[in-house]
């Protein structure tokens, strides 16, 4: 079975643009989560969505935005990018219950120049 | 706000030595999980806990849940240079279709030859 699949891997945009992060989760699963990983520090939560609705938002600013498909894959959108917005971004899959063990995808490596 | 603590944040070793890796909160969670991730890619998740005082073995690594759902300890027998990584503990945070992760900073270990 395929597991989280995440595009593209690496990405460089330039300050002031807008990126947009795609996800499929493991097939079965209907919750995907966002995370932002700066380079040393854990993973911090962005967005969980579950069954196409927002379940959960993390600290983040409003220039970040995601939805679910009707096929469960997702995408993340972050608008007027910041240096600071460099981190490697992580989808997770679950099955759907709060609180779930998670499945990561490899992640795409967002570079803000 | 739920916070986890690790401890040590870095540790390098020779091969063949005993580790252990603690998160500690003054929160509960509802379940506990421990992910390995390497350079460049998504956490790959090792075990997850649920039950106060419960014990895991997953070959040369013991993980244990805290009586109170609120800490968690990570031991590895006989270390070897591919245990070699960032070991991240998760609290599961939520019910229902409703859940996020908090992840602690992180520990990262390397094995000697």
């Known amino acids: 079975d395929a597991g989280v699949t995440q595009s593209p891997t690496h990405l460089i945009k330039t300050r002031g643009q807008h990126v947009t992060l795609r996800c499929s989760p493991i097939s079965g699963h209907k919750s995907v989560s966002w995370y932002q990983q700066v380079l040393g520090q854990g993973p911090q939560f962005i967005f969980q969505y579950y069954e196409k609705e927002e379940r959960g938002r993390g600290n983040f600013p409003d220039r970040f935005s995601a939805r679910q498909f009707p096929n469960y894959s997702s995408e993340l959108n972050v608008n007027a990018l910041l240096l600071g917005d460099s981190a490697l971004y992580l989808c997770?899959?679950?099955f759907g219950q709060g609180g779930a063990e998670a499945f990561f995808g490899q992640g795409t490596r967002l570079t803000v120049v | 706000t739920q916070l986890l603590e690790q401890s040590p944040q870095f540790l390098s070793i020779q091969e063949g030595e005993n580790l252990t890796v603690y998160c500690n909160s003054s929160s509960v969670f509802s379940s506990l999980q421990w992910y390995r991730q390497e350079p460049g890619e998504g956490p790959v998740l090792l075990v997850t806990v649920v039950t106060g005082g419960e014990v895991k073995k997953l070959k040369r690594l013991t993980f244990q849940f805290g009586d109170a759902r609120k800490d968690s300890s990570l031991h590895i027998t006989a270390a070897q240079p591919g245990d070699t990584g960032l070991y991240l503990c998760a609290g599961g945070v939520g019910s229902g279709n409703t859940g996020k992760l908090i992840f602690g900073q992180g520990t990262t270990l390397q094995v000697k030859p």
């Open positions: 997770a899959s679950s």
